[in-house]
C-alpha cells in the first residue's frame, strides 16, 4: 500500500511498531464499516499533510477487518498525472478480477489488465462509460460475496482519468455494500490544482465522511517515540513533539537523533523539506527564507520591511506560502506550519546572507516607530544583534532582556540572556564575578542545577575568600543549593560557608546558613539535627528583627517537624511561613513552604486534601516564575496521594508531565521511580525495569543521599520481585539498604516503607521455599535487623503506624487478626493499594486454616479496590487465591452495561434503601472508607451526582429487580 512518506535517496525509515493517538479516526472508520454490514455503503475520504499517517490509518483498520472483508487497494504514484491514464485503478482492477477467478468479462475492462493496450482508441466518450460501468459492475459481482474495502491512496497525485473515476464511484455506490475510502494529501497543492474541487464537491455531499488527520498529541509522541527504541523519555518526547509538530514522519525522522546514532535523523528530514520548499515558485521562496530569519513566527510589518517588495508582489507569495502550508496565517502576521519546516529554510541559507538579514532585522527593530510602538522585547533584538555578528549590541541588550525577563518571574530567560552575556565578554572583564552572580541567582528560580553549579564554579575562583568572606559564602551557599538539587551533596559546602562567617556576630547570611543546614538534616532524614538548626534561625531572626529570617524559621522548623513524625504541625508552620513570606513578599520562601506543606499533608496521609492542594501550589510557583524549579516535586507529591487514592491514570499523567519538563537529576529520579512502582503494580515490568535506577548507583552516593532515596528504591526493587514471582531476585538491593543502615545507626529515621517492603519479601521467601534452610536463615538474619530497624527513632503519625503494623505483621507469625489491623488502618487512610495487600495477605492466612469464608469475604473486598487502580498484580494474585477461596468472578447483569461489579450491586441496593455509609458497612463486613469508594465509583457508571439520583437511576434501568426504595 503506497504511504504519505516520499522517497528520499538514502533514508531508511525507523517506523514505529505501535500505532498510536488515532482511535477516534480509527472509531469513525469502524463506523462507517458497521453501515456496509448493515447493507449499506460508505465513502470517507482521510485528509492530512504529508507524513501525518493517512496510509498507515488505513492499514491499520484494514487489518481489523479480518477474512470477512475483501480489501482492494490502488495507489496514484506522483507522476501519474504525466504518464497512463487510469494508473491508480490498475491493481484495483486486477485485485478485483482475481477475486471474480481471474479474467475480466468486459471488452472495455480488458483494457486496463497488463497484458492489454491500456485504453480503447476508439469512441473515447462511448468506451470510457462503459469503461466506467463495468468497473462498477466489477465491484458489484464482488460485493454479492462479501463486503469490499475499496482504497484509492495519494489522490492528490491522481491523473484526471483516475480522479473522474473515484467521482464515479463516490456517486453511484448507492447500497452496495463498499466502503470506499480516498487518501488525500492537503497543503502544497496549489490554486486551481483540480484535486481541491473533487475534495470540495464529495466534501458537500452529506454520506461522505471527511477525516482531517490533525498532529499527534505529546503524550502519543512519546508512546511512538518508545515503540521504536525502547526509550522512555517523556523530556526528549516533548522535544520532539515541539520540533516535529506532531507529524509521524517527522517523529520517526527525528528519533534518529539519540545518542550514539550513526545517522542522523535531522539532517535527512531537513533534506525532505527542503525538496518541498525547492517545488515553490520564484516568488515565494525568497519570501519564505526572509521570514525564516524572524523566528516561527513574523509580523506583516516587519516581513514587508526585509523583503523589500510591493504590497502585491508580498500579497501573491504569501498566498501561496500560506495554500501550499507552508506559513500559518496570524492575528498580526504569520507563523510556520512547522518549526522543522523554518529550520531547514534557516539553515538553507548562506552564512553571510543570514548575517546580513539579522543585522537588517534588528536595525528594523531599532529605528522604526511603528514596530517600536508594538512594545517588542529587548530578547528579539539581542537575538538579531547577536547572529548578525555585532557583539557590543547583542551585549547591551542581553542586558536589558535579562531584566526585563527578571521583572516577569520569567527566571529560566533570564539565565539564559545572562549566560549570552558571559560568552560576549572576555575572562579578564572586571564585570564577570558580578555577571556571574546574577546568573547563579538566576539559576535556583529557574531549577537549572547543572548551569548553576558550573557558574559557582567559575565564581569561586575568582572571590578571594579573606577580602571578601560574605560574598564568598554567598557563592558557597549558592553552590551547596546546586549540588544538592543534583545528588545531595551540598553539605561540606555549607560546612565550608559556616566557618567563613563568624558565628559571634549575627547577620542575616549565618541565618540562611542554618536555615539551609536545617533543610539539609531533614532532607536526609536527620529530625533532631535539622530542629537544632531551625532553632538557631529563629534565634538569629529575633536578634537581627528580621522577617526575612522569621519565614524561614517557620519553614525549617516545619520541615524538621515533618520527619519528626509531627506532620499536621509540620502544616501548621509552613502556613504561617507562607503568611509571612507573603507580607514581606519573599516569593523563594513561599514556593518552599508551599512545596513542604505539600510533603506534610503526604506524611500525614491527608491524601483528598494533598490532590487538592498541589494544583493551586503550581498555580503559585507559575505566578512567581518557580514551576520549573518547584514544579516537578509538587508533581510528585501529587502522585503520592494519586497512588493512595488509586487514581493512577492520573498519576502517569502527572509524572509524564514532570517528566516533559526535564527537571533537574534528584527530582527526575524520584519521579521515575513513582513511575516505576505504578508499572510494578501493573506488571509492566520491562519499563520499570528501564526507569528504575539500580540501588548499587544510589549506594555509590553520599549517606545523605542514600538516606534521602535509597528506602524507596530498595521497596521497589522488593515489589518487582514480588510481582515476578522471583522473590530471591533482590536479595542484593536488600543487603545494601541494611548495611546503609547499620553504617549510620546514629540519628538515622530509616524508611519505614521500605522496611515495611522488605518484610514482605521475606515472607514471600519463606512461602517460595518452605523447606530451604539457607533462605530460612538467611530471611530470620535479615527479620532481626528489620526488627531493630523498626524501632529506632520510631515516628508517631498515622502513616507510620499503619505501615509499622504491616511490617510486625508480615515479620511475625500468620495471624489473621495482625492483617485485619493494618488493614483497618490503611483503610481509615484511605490508602488503596496497602489495604488491598493486607486484605490479600489475610486472605491467604484463612486460607491456610480452612477458613474459606473467611478468605472470600477479604478477597471480595481487595477485588473491588484493586479494579478501582488496575492493580493487575494484585488482581492476579486474588485470582488464585480465589479458585480456592471458591470467589465467583466479577460479572456484570446481563441486561445492562453499566459495568458495576457485584459488590457494586450490593452497595446500590442498601444505598436504594436509604442507608447511610455505616451501615452499609456493616451490613456488608467492610469499613466505611470501602463503601465511600464504591458509592463514588457507582455514582460515576450511573452517570449520577447524588444518592437520591443514583437511585432514580437504577429504578429506572431496572437495576434494583423487585426491591423498592426504603
Given at each position: 500500500?503506497?504511504?504519505?512518506?516520499?522517497?528520499?535517496?538514502?533514508?531508511?525509515?525507523?517506523?514505529?511498531?505501535?500505532?498510536?493517538?488515532?482511535?477516534?479516526?480509527?472509531?469513525?472508520?469502524?463506523?462507517?464499516?458497521?453501515?456496509?454490514?448493515?447493507?449499506?455503503?460508505?465513502?470517507?475520504?482521510?485528509?492530512?499533510?504529508?507524513?501525518?499517517?493517512?496510509?498507515?490509518?488505513?492499514?491499520?483498520?484494514?487489518?481489523?477487518?479480518?477474512?470477512?472483508?475483501?480489501?482492494?487497494?490502488?495507489?496514484?504514484?506522483?507522476?501519474?498525472?504525466?504518464?497512463?491514464?487510469?494508473?491508480?485503478?490498475?491493481?484495483?482492477?486486477?485485485?478485483?478480477?482475481?477475486?471474480?477467478?481471474?479474467?475480466?468479462?468486459?471488452?472495455?475492462?480488458?483494457?486496463?489488465?497488463?497484458?492489454?493496450?491500456?485504453?480503447?482508441?476508439?469512441?473515447?466518450?462511448?468506451?470510457?462509460?462503459?469503461?466506467?460501468?463495468?468497473?462498477?459492475?466489477?465491484?458489484?459481482?464482488?460485493?454479492?460475496?462479501?463486503?469490499?474495502?475499496?482504497?484509492?491512496?495519494?489522490?492528490?497525485?491522481?491523473?484526471?482519468?483516475?480522479?473522474?473515476?473515484?467521482?464515479?464511484?463516490?456517486?453511484?455506490?448507492?447500497?452496495?455494500?463498499?466502503?470506499?475510502?480516498?487518501?488525500?494529501?492537503?497543503?502544497?497543492?496549489?490554486?486551481?490544482?483540480?484535486?481541491?474541487?473533487?475534495?470540495?464537491?464529495?466534501?458537500?455531499?452529506a454520506d461522505v465522511t471527511t477525516l482531517a488527520l490533525g498532529p499527534l498529541r505529546q503524550r502519543d509522541v512519546g508512546e511512538q517515540l518508545?515503540?521504536?527504541?525502547?526509550?522512555?523519555?517523556?523530556?526528549?518526547?516533548?522535544?520532539?513533539?515541539?520540533?516535529?509538530?506532531?507529524?509521524?514522519?517527522?517523529?520517526?525522522?527525528?528519533?534518529?537523533?539519540?545518542?550514539?546514532?550513526?545517522?542522523?535523523?535531522?539532517?535527512?528530514?531537513?533534506?525532505?523539506?527542503?525538496?518541498?520548499?525547492?517545488?515553490?515558485?520564484?516568488?515565494?521562496?525568497?519570501?519564505?527564507?526572509?521570514?525564516?530569519?524572524?523566528?516561527?513566527?513574523?509580523?506583516?510589518?516587519?516581513?514587508?520591511?526585509?523583503?523589500?517588495?510591493?504590497?502585491?508582489?508580498?500579497?501573491?507569495?504569501?498566498?501561496?506560502?500560506?495554500?501550499?502550508?507552508?506559513?500559518?496565517?496570524?492575528?498580526?502576521?504569520?507563523?510556520?506550519?512547522?518549526?522543522?519546516?523554518?529550520?531547514?529554510?534557516?539553515?538553507?541559507?548562506?552564512?553571510?546572507?543570514?548575517?546580513?538579514?539579522?543585522?537588517?532585522?534588528?536595525?528594523?527593530?531599532?529605528?522604526?516607530?511603528?514596530?517600536?510602538?508594538?512594545?517588542?522585547?529587548?530578547?528579539?533584538?539581542?537575538?538579531?544583534?547577536?547572529?548578525?555578528?555585532?557583539?557590543?549590541?547583542?551585549?547591551?541588550?542581553?542586558?536589558?532582556?535579562?531584566?526585563?525577563?527578571?521583572?516577569?518571574?520569567?527566571?529560566?530567560?533570564?539565565?539564559?540572556?545572562?549566560?549570552?552575556?558571559?560568552?560576549?565578554?572576555?575572562?579578564?572583564?572586571?564585570?564577570?564575578?558580578?555577571?556571574?552572580?546574577?546568573?547563579?541567582?538566576?539559576?535556583?528560580?529557574?531549577?537549572?542545577?547543572?548551569?548553576?553549579?558550573?557558574?559557582?564554579?567559575?565564581?569561586?575562583?575568582?572571590?578571594?575568600?579573606?577580602?571578601?568572606?560574605?560574598?564568598?559564602?554567598?557563592?558557597?551557599?549558592?553552590?551547596?543549593?546546586?549540588?544538592?538539587?543534583?545528588?545531595?551533596?551540598?553539605?561540606?559546602?555549607?560546612?565550608?560557608?559556616?566557618?567563613?562567617?563568624?558565628?559571634?556576630?549575627?547577620?542575616?547570611?549565618?541565618?540562611?546558613?542554618?536555615?539551609?543546614?536545617?533543610?539539609?538534616?531533614?532532607?536526609?532524614?536527620?529530625?533532631?539535627?535539622?530542629?537544632?538548626?531551625?532553632?538557631?534561625?529563629?534565634?538569629?531572626?529575633?536578634?537581627?528583627?528580621?522577617?526575612?529570617?522569621?519565614?524561614?524559621?517557620?519553614?525549617?522548623?516545619?520541615?524538621?517537624?515533618?520527619?519528626?513524625?509531627?506532620?499536621?504541625?509540620?502544616?501548621?508552620?509552613?502556613?504561617?511561613?507562607?503568611?509571612?513570606?507573603?507580607?514581606?513578599?519573599?516569593?523563594?520562601?513561599?514556593?518552599?513552604?508551599?512545596?513542604?506543606?505539600?510533603?506534610?499533608?503526604?506524611?500525614?496521609?491527608?491524601?483528598?486534601?494533598?490532590?487538592?492542594?498541589?494544583?493551586?501550589?503550581?498555580?503559585?510557583?507559575?505566578?512567581?516564575?518557580?514551576?520549573?524549579?518547584?514544579?516537578?516535586?509538587?508533581?510528585?507529591?501529587?502522585?503520592?496521594?494519586?497512588?493512595?487514592?488509586?487514581?493512577?491514570?492520573?498519576?502517569?499523567?502527572?509524572?509524564?508531565?514532570?517528566?516533559?519538563?526535564?527537571?533537574?537529576?534528584?527530582?527526575?529520579?524520584?519521579?521515575?521511580?513513582?513511575?516505576?512502582?505504578?508499572?510494578?503494580?501493573?506488571?509492566?515490568?520491562?519499563?520499570?525495569?528501564?526507569?528504575?535506577?539500580?540501588?548499587?548507583?544510589?549506594?555509590?552516593?553520599?549517606?545523605?543521599?542514600?538516606?534521602?532515596?535509597?528506602?524507596?528504591?530498595?521497596?521497589?526493587?522488593?515489589?518487582?520481585?514480588?510481582?515476578?514471582?522471583?522473590?530471591?531476585?533482590?536479595?542484593?538491593?536488600?543487603?545494601?539498604?541494611?548495611?546503609?543502615?547499620?553504617?549510620?545507626?546514629?540519628?538515622?529515621?530509616?524508611?519505614?516503607?521500605?522496611?515495611?517492603?522488605?518484610?514482605?519479601?521475606?515472607?514471600?521467601?519463606?512461602?517460595?521455599?518452605?523447606?530451604?534452610?539457607?533462605?530460612?536463615?538467611?530471611?530470620?538474619?535479615?527479620?532481626?535487623?528489620?526488627?531493630?530497624?523498626?524501632?529506632?527513632?520510631?515516628?508517631?503519625?498515622?502513616?507510620?503506624?499503619?505501615?509499622?503494623?504491616?511490617?510486625?505483621?508480615?515479620?511475625?507469625?500468620?495471624?489473621?487478626?495482625?492483617?485485619?489491623?493494618?488493614?483497618?488502618?490503611?483503610?481509615?487512610?484511605?490508602?488503596?493499594?496497602?489495604?488491598?495487600?493486607?486484605?490479600?495477605?489475610?486472605?491467604?492466612?484463612?486460607?491456610?486454616?480452612?477458613?474459606?469464608?473467611?478468605?472470600?469475604?477479604?478477597?471480595?473486598?481487595?477485588?473491588?479496590?484493586?479494579?478501582?487502580?488496575?492493580?493487575?498484580?494484585?488482581?492476579?494474585?486474588?485470582?488464585?487465591?480465589?479458585?480456592?477461596?471458591?470467589?465467583?468472578?466479577?460479572?456484570?447483569?446481563?441486561?445492562?452495561?453499566?459495568?458495576?461489579?457485584?459488590?457494586?450491586?450490593?452497595?446500590?441496593?442498601?444505598?436504594?434503601?436509604?442507608?447511610?455509609?455505616?451501615?452499609?458497612?456493616?451490613?456488608?463486613?467492610?469499613?466505611?472508607?470501602?463503601?465511600?469508594?464504591?458509592?463514588?465509583?457507582?455514582?460515576?457508571?450511573?452517570?449520577?451526582?447524588?444518592?437520591?439520583?443514583?437511585?432514580?437511576?437504577?429504578?429506572?434501568?431496572?437495576?434494583?429487580?423487585?426491591?423498592?426504595?426504603?
Open positions: 500500500m503506497s504511504g504519505d512518506d516520499p522517497y528520499v535517496p538514502g533514508r531508511q525509515p525507523v517506523v514505529s511498531p505501535l500505532y498510536v493517538g488515532r482511535r477516534t479516526e480509527l472509531a469513525e472508520l469502524r463506523t462507517a464499516a458497521g453501515q456496509v454490514e448493515a447493507g449499506g455503503s460508505a465513502r470517507v475520504l482521510i485528509a492530512g499533510e504529508a507524513g501525518i499517517g493517512k496510509s498507515r490509518l488505513v492499514t491499520e483498520f484494514a487489518a481489523t477487518l479480518g477474512v470477512d472483508w475483501l480489501t482492494v487497494t490502488g495507489a496514484c504514484p506522483e507522476l501519474g498525472a504525466e504518464h497512463l491514464p487510469y494508473v491508480g485503478f490498475l491493481p484495483v482492477v486486477q485485485q478485483l478480477v482475481q477475486a471474480e477467478g481471474g479474467s475480466a468479462s468486459g471488452s472495455a475492462l480488458r483494457t486496463l489488465l497488463p497484458q492489454q493496450t491500456l485504453l480503447p482508441q476508439q469512441n473515447g466518450q462511448n468506451s470510457r462509460l462503459t469503461l466506467l460501468q463495468e468497473l462498477l459492475a466489477l465491484v458489484e459481482r464482488a460485493a454479492t460475496k462479501r463486503p469490499v474495502l475499496l482504497v484509492v491512496e495519494d489522490l492528490h497525485w491522481a491523473d484526471g482519468a483516475s480522479r473522474e473515476l473515484f467521482g464515479y464511484l463516490a456517486r453511484n455506490l448507492g447500497r452496495l455494500p463498499v466502503l470506499l475510502v480516498g487518501t488525500v494529501r492537503t497543503g502544497e497543492l496549489p490554486a486551481g490544482h483540480p484535486i481541491r474541487q473533487l475534495v470540495a464537491e464529495l466534501g458537500r455531499r518508545t515503540a521504536i527504541d525502547g526509550r522512555y523519555d517523556p523530556a526528549r518526547a516533548a522535544a520532539i513533539h515541539r520540533r516535529s509538530g506532531g507529524n509521524p514522519l517527522f517523529v520517526e525522522a527525528l528519533a534518529h537523533d539519540a545518542p550514539g546514532s550513526a545517522r542522523s535523523g535531522t539532517a535527512q528530514l531537513r533534506t525532505l523539506l527542503q525538496e518541498r520548499v525547492a517545488r515553490l515558485s520564484e516568488s515565494a521562496r525568497p519570501v519564505l527564507a526572509v521570514a525564516s530569519i524572524a523566528g516561527a513566527t513574523v509580523g506583516h510589518e516587519l516581513l514587508t520591511l526585509l523583503v523589500g517588495r510591493t504590497d502585491d508582489e508580498l500579497d501573491l507569495a504569501l498566498r501561496e506560502l500560506v495554500e501550499r502550508d507552508q506559513l500559518q496565517t496570524t492575528a498580526t502576521g504569520y507563523q510556520f506550519r512547522h518549526a522543522l519546516i523554518r529550520e531547514a529554510v534557516y539553515t538553507g541559507l548562506l552564512p553571510a546572507e543570514r548575517r546580513r538579514l539579522h543585522g537588517r532585522a534588528a536595525k528594523a527593530l531599532s529605528e522604526f516607530p511603528a514596530l517600536a510602538a508594538q512594545g517588542l522585547p529587548a530578547a528579539e533584538l539581542a537575538e538579531h544583534w547577536y547572529l548578525a555578528g555585532r557583539t557590543e549590541e547583542a551585549y547591551q541588550a542581553s542586558l536589558i532582556a535579562a531584566d526585563e525577563a527578571r521583572a516577569s518571574f520569567a527566571y529560566t530567560e533570564e539565565l539564559r540572556h545572562l549566560e549570552r552575556a558571559l560568552s560576549l565578554r572576555p575572562a579578564d572583564d572586571p564585570d564577570r564575578l558580578t555577571l556571574l552572580e546574577r546568573a547563579m541567582t538566576a539559576a535556583i528560580p529557574a531549577g537549572a542545577a547543572n548551569q548553576g553549579l558550573q557558574h559557582t564554579m567559575a565564581a569561586w575562583e575568582l572571590v578571594d575568600p579573606d577580602r571578601e568572606p560574605g560574598r564568598a559564602a554567598e557563592i558557597l551557599l549558592l553552590r551547596a543549593q546546586f549540588k544538592s538539587r543534583r545528588d545531595l551533596t551540598g553539605r561540606a559546602d555549607l560546612d565550608h560557608a559556616l566557618e567563613l562567617l563568624p558565628t559571634e556576630r549575627p547577620s542575616y547570611a549565618l541565618g540562611v546558613v542554618h536555615y539551609l543546614l536545617a533543610i539539609d538534616e531533614a532532607t536526609a532524614r536527620r529530625g533532631p539535627s535539622a530542629h537544632r538548626h531551625a532553632a538557631v534561625v529563629a534565634e538569629l531572626a529575633e536578634t537581627l528583627d528580621d522577617d526575612r529570617l522569621r519565614c524561614r524559621a517557620f519553614a525549617a522548623l516545619g520541615d524538621a517537624l515533618c520527619m519528626s513524625g509531627d506532620p499536621d504541625a509540620a502544616v501548621l508552620a509552613q502556613q504561617q511561613a507562607q503568611e509571612l513570606a507573603t507580607t514581606i513578599g519573599d516569593d523563594y520562601v513561599l514556593v518552599a513552604s508551599v512545596l513542604w506543606e505539600c510533603a506534610s499533608l503526604g506524611v500525614g496521609a491527608r491524601y483528598e486534601e494533598l490532590a487538592r492542594r498541589v494544583p493551586s501550589a503550581l498555580r503559585q510557583a507559575e505566578l512567581v516564575g518557580m514551576h520549573h524549579w518547584r514544579g516537578p516535586l509538587l508533581r510528585a507529591n501529587l502522585v503520592m496521594a494519586y497512588f493512595a487514592l488509586g487514581r493512577w491514570d492520573e498519576a502517569v499523567d502527572t509524572i509524564e508531565q514532570a517528566l516533559a519538563d526535564e527537571p533537574e537529576p534528584l527530582y527526575r529520579m524520584f519521579l521515575r521511580a513513582e513511575l516505576a512502582e505504578i508499572s510494578i503494580h501493573r506488571a509492566n515490568f520491562e519499563q520499570a525495569v528501564e526507569v528504575l535506577i539500580p540501588a548499587d548507583e544510589v549506594f555509590a552516593g553520599t549517606p545523605a543521599y542514600r538516606n534521602y532515596i535509597l528506602g524507596f528504591i530498595t521497596s521497589l526493587w522488593c515489589e518487582l520481585a514480588m510481582a515476578r514471582q522471583e522473590p530471591e531476585a533482590a536479595n542484593r538491593e536488600v543487603g545494601l539498604y541494611l548495611q546503609h543502615c547499620r553504617d549510620h545507626l546514629d540519628g538515622l529515621q530509616p524508611d519505614e516503607g521500605g522496611l515495611m517492603t522488605i518484610a514482605r519479601l521475606q515472607r514471600a521467601r519463606l512461602a517460595a521455599a518452605p523447606r530451604n534452610r539457607e533462605i530460612a536463615a538467611d530471611v530470620a538474619s535479615i527479620r532481626a535487623t528489620v526488627t531493630e530497624l523498626l524501632h529506632l527513632n520510631p515516628l508517631s503519625s498515622r502513616l507510620s503506624d499503619a505501615t509499622r503494623q504491616t511490617t510486625e505483621a508480615a515479620l511475625g507469625p500468620a495471624q489473621i487478626a495482625d492483617w485485619d489491623e493494618a488493614a483497618d488502618r490503611w483503610r481509615q487512610l484511605g490508602h488503596l493499594p496497602w489495604t488491598t495487600e493486607c486484605l490479600i495477605s489475610a486472605a491467604e492466612t484463612a486460607l491456610a486454616t480452612s477458613n474459606r469464608a473467611g478468605a472470600r469475604r477479604r478477597l471480595e473486598e481487595a477485588r473491588d479496590l484493586a479494579a478501582v487502580y488496575g492493580g493487575t498484580v494484585a488482581l492476579d494474585r486474588i485470582a488464585v487465591l480465589g479458585q480456592r477461596a471458591r470467589l465467583e468472578p466479577p460479572t456484570t447483569t446481563p441486561e445492562d452495561d453499566t459495568g458495576l461489579t457485584p459488590r457494586e450491586y450490593d452497595v446500590l441496593r442498601l444505598l436504594a434503601r436509604g442507608l447511610p455509609n455505616r451501615q452499609i458497612a456493616a451490613e456488608l463486613y467492610i469499613s466505611p472508607a470501602t463503601v465511600g469508594v464504591h458509592v463514588g465509583r457507582i455514582l460515576t457508571k450511573l452517570n449520577a451526582t447524588t444518592r437520591t439520583e443514583a437511585t432514580a437511576v437504577a429504578h429506572t434501568r431496572g437495576l434494583l429487580g423487585e426491591e423498592t426504595p426504603g
